[in-house]
């Protein structure tokens, strides 16, 4: 069992950044893909971006290239998120999740944290 969980969440205004991390309990977490979800009010969950067991793959989500990095720091068991150039629209709570396989289902979710860009 592995748990996740998030922190760096805040309010920040448009055009700014937020560091997101999350935290693995688990010894084995270089073992597990990794990859952030959000989640809009009224919206479904959407795929925002994954990284592979050893970091060297990664991928994003359209709305966020160029403005999202995600890494990873498998000593630490921990996955961060760097989010720049912020809009309003990526309002959200935001959830990492551990999966077995990269871009596969996720087995593992944390409770996520909120993200508020305001004008």
């Known amino acids: 069992q592995v748990q996740l969980v998030e922190s760096g969440g805040g309010l920040v205004q448009a055009g700014g950044s937020l560091r997101l991390s999350c935290a693995a309990s688990?010894?084995?977490?270089?073992?597990?893909?990794m990859g952030w979800f959000r989640q809009a009010p009224g919206k479904e969950r959407e795929f925002v971006v994954a990284i592979s067991w050893s970091g060297a793959f990664t991928s994003y989500a359209d709305s966020v290239k160029g403005r999202f990095t995600i890494s990873r720091d498998n000593a630490k068991k921990t996955v961060y998120l760097q989010m720049n150039s912020l809009k309003l629209e990526d309002t959200a709570v935001y959830y990492c999740a551990a999966g077995s396989r990269y871009l596969g289902e996720y087995e593992y979710w944390g409770q996520g944290t909120q993200v508020t860009v305001s004008s």
């Open positions: 688990e010894r084995t977490f270089r073992d597990y893909a």
